[in-house]
């Protein structure tokens, strides 16, 4: 009698590279709310502060840095006070910081998960992304208490603030995607972006305005610190919230945009490559 081998069902990635990718992302966007909230409910499970914390890190970091660039070094921020001129680039920062903090090493978290039971590999890092908005709305009302309390009025451009939060989380994915496909064979970059996150701070203009650091650098070569898409994005906030500056400077804007989107695209091309073998990686 001849023996029958039992039935295998394989699933595995839809074809299509990166329009095939964001197709069927979009086709699971349900599971993406739910790995969203459920990354919220493991940051702060068993922890005594809780959802605090993404208030107390950036208001201890704006403290630090008033003594150090306002109280010390008299740092002259346009006549904006200067914990507040500070929160308001901390907010997007930190956005962007833990967006990318969590979704690079996202894969690696879900190990378990990802063994088990087929679905669009790309919601596990995009779900860390979405999830760190809570945080960032938390932090956004500690920053209007601040304005509040020092006498800042919100500028017309507040409406187009959601643009450049947009613009922070786009580029927190744009990176992450690609440390969180680089980590599944390589887990030396799960210590690569800490410290890639520290320098990338004092690099972004977070503590001072921008107008500092330019004007020390050639005019042939500004286009360089450009390139940081973070630059766009925290001047673009500012602008948005008390128009600091006489205009946004949509060159930094374009230019951090356009960044944005070319590394997005290829990292989302390379993250399809290595998706079919992710689970024998991890």
């Known amino acids: 009698m001849k023996r029958t081998r039992p039935l295998e069902t394989v699933i595995s990635p839809g074809r299509g590279g990166l329009l095939g ?3 069927e992302s979009w086709r699971y966007r349900e599971l993406l709310y739910f790995l969203a909230w459920r990354d919220v409910k493991v940051r702060y499970k068993q922890t005594v502060m809780g959802a605090a914390w ?7 970091t704006m403290v630090i840095f008033t003594l150090i660039f306002s109280r010390m070094m008299k740092l002259s921020t346009e006549g904006i006070p200067y914990p507040v001129f500070a929160f308001a680039g901390l ?3 930190t956005l962007f910081q833990s967006a990318l903090g969590q979704s690079s090493s996202s894969l690696l978290r879900q190990t378990s998960l990802l063994s088990k039971v087929y679905f669009p590999r790309l919601l596990v890092p995009l779900s860390s992304v979405v999830s760190a908005l809570l945080d960032f709305g938390l932090a956004l009302l500690v920053l209007a208490g601040l304005m509040v309390w020092y006498g800042v ?3 017309w451009g507040l409406t187009t ?6 613009l922070a989380l786009a580029s927190a994915l744009a990176v992450g995607v690609w440390f969180a496909a680089l980590s599944v064979k390589y887990r ?3 210590y690569v972006v ?9 690099l972004s203009p977070v503590a001072y305005p921008s107008e500092k650091l330019i004007s020390q650098i050639p005019p042939n070569c500004r286009w360089i610190y450009d390139l940081n898409p973070m630059t766009g994005v925290l001047d673009g906030f500012r602008w948005g919230l008390f128009s600091a500056s006489s205009s946004p400077m949509p060159g930094s804007v ?5 960044v944005v989107a070319v590394t997005l695209a290829c990292g989302l091309l390379y993250f399809r490559r290595v998706e079919r073998t992710m689970v024998d990686l991890l």
């Open 153 to 155: 009025k919100p500028s």
């Open 91 to 93: 907010l997007p920062w």
């Open 188 to 190: 030396d970059f799960r």
């Open 161 to 166: 603030l959601p643009l450049f939060v947009l």
């Open 254 to 258: 374009l230019m951090s945009a356009l």
């Open 194 to 202: 800490p410290f890639a996150l520290r320098l990338w701070l004092f």
């Open 21 to 23: 990718s964001i197709i």
């Open 54 to 60: 993404a208030i107390i890190q950036p208001l201890a």
